[in-house]
């Protein structure tokens, strides 16, 4: 499968982006990140259905994932963005168990959108 993510950019702290990834078939969907030097880092994901969803900590309350299956497409909404959220942004698939299943571990990786919050 191929996922193709965009929406990356530069803004300001404060701020807000919104990435998309598009991805054909019913998979479970998730969002990634990896700073600079640092380790790549779960950052949320989403059922196929949509009806489940899970946050790191780091982004709970500030970033919204949803996703539109008419149109093979997930989001991830970023608001109040801070500094420390500069990273490249990757999205990834896992085939489903269930509907309502939460990526674990993903079976696909698309291409990375990189997100750059300045102070």
């Known amino acids: 499968v191929q996922l193709q993510a965009s929406g990356g950019g530069l803004v300001q702290a404060g701020g807000s982006l919104r990435l998309s990834c598009e991805a054909s078939?019913?998979?479970?969907m998730g969002w990634f990140r990896q700073a600079p030097g640092k380790e790549r880092e779960f950052v949320a994901s989403?059922?196929?259905?949509?009806?489940?969803?899970d946050y790191s900590d780091s982004v709970k309350g500030r970033f919204t994932i949803s996703r539109d299956n008419a149109k093979n497409t997930v989001y991830l909404q970023m608001n109040s963005l801070k500094p420390e959220d500069t990273a490249v942004y990757y999205c990834?698939?896992?085939?489903?168990?269930?509907?309502?299943?939460?990526?674990?571990?993903?079976?696909?990786w698309g291409q990375g959108t990189l997100v750059t919050v300045s102070s």
């Open positions: 078939g019913s998979y479970a």
């Open positions: 990834a698939a896992e085939t489903r168990r269930s509907s309502w299943y939460l990526l674990q571990r993903p079976d696909y």
């Open positions: 989403i059922s196929w259905n949509g009806g489940n969803t």
